[in-house]
């Protein structure tokens, strides 16, 4: 299992959190989501077949780019 604990700028409000974590959940292989709203950060852990390209890919797509 990979993880990865990104900082997203644009997390404001709960809203923000509900929103990345379904996205994010509805991708095949992501077995969690963890937003934390204050900090901005989301803590992400997947296995194959989803990638962090994808992971990445969708964020920018919702409106939450990950910052790296």
Excluded at 6 to 12: E, T
Excluded at 25 to 49: C, F, H, M, N
Excluded at 56 to 63: C, D, P, Y
Aim: with cysteine; charged share 35%.
């Amino acid at each position: 299992m990979e993880a990865k604990k990104i900082k997203i700028q644009a997390i404001s409000c709960h809203h923000c959190k509900m929103t990345i974590e379904r996205e994010l959940g509805e991708l095949e292989g992501v077995r969690s989501v963890e937003v934390d709203v204050d900090a901005k950060t989301a803590r992400i852990r997947w296995d194959a077949p989803a990638t962090w390209e994808q992971i990445k890919k969708t964020l920018t797509e919702i409106g939450y780019p990950p910052e790296e």
